[in-house]
């Protein structure tokens, strides 16, 4: 099992920046395929991005392509989302997300476990 603990939203002007990260518990941190989700409100949750095990297969909501970067570093048990250019359709609450599987996948229902969240906001 893994505990994961997002931080790192605020509120920030569009066209600004934030960095999330996502802290794992636990020493098998290497063995998850890693994702990032947001919700809305009255919206579902939305796929955001995922990087597999090894940190060389990483994929983009096509919303966010371009604008936000993925990376996840072993030594740290740690993932993080670069968020660049944001718009105020980017404000949600962000979750990080992790799978027992191998390869990634854009479904909420593929991950595991679950951080708490935390917000972002983006004003226009």
């Known amino acids: 099992q893994v505990q994961l603990v997002e931080s790192g939203g605020g509120l920030v002007q569009a066209g600004g920046s934030l960095s999330l990260s996502c802290a794992a518990s636990?020493?098998?941190?290497?063995?998850?395929?890693m994702g990032w989700f947001r919700q809305a409100p009255g919206k579902d949750r939305e796929f955001v991005a995922a990087?597999?095990?090894?940190?060389?297969?990483?994929d983009f909501a096509d919303s966010v392509k371009g604008r936000f970067t993925m990376s996840r570093v072993y030594a740290k048990n740690t993932m993080y989302l670069q968020m660049n250019s944001l718009k105020s359709e980017d404000t949600a609450v962000y979750y990080c997300?992790?799978?027992?599987?191998?390869?990634?996948?854009?479904?909420?229902?593929?991950?595991?476990?679950w951080g708490q969240g935390t917000q972002v906001t983006v004003s226009s």
């Open positions: 997300a992790a799978s027992r599987a191998s390869s990634i996948s854009s479904l909420p229902r593929w991950y595991d476990y």
């Open positions: 990087i597999d095990r090894s940190g060389s297969n990483i």
């Open positions: 636990g020493r098998t941190f290497s063995t998850y395929t």
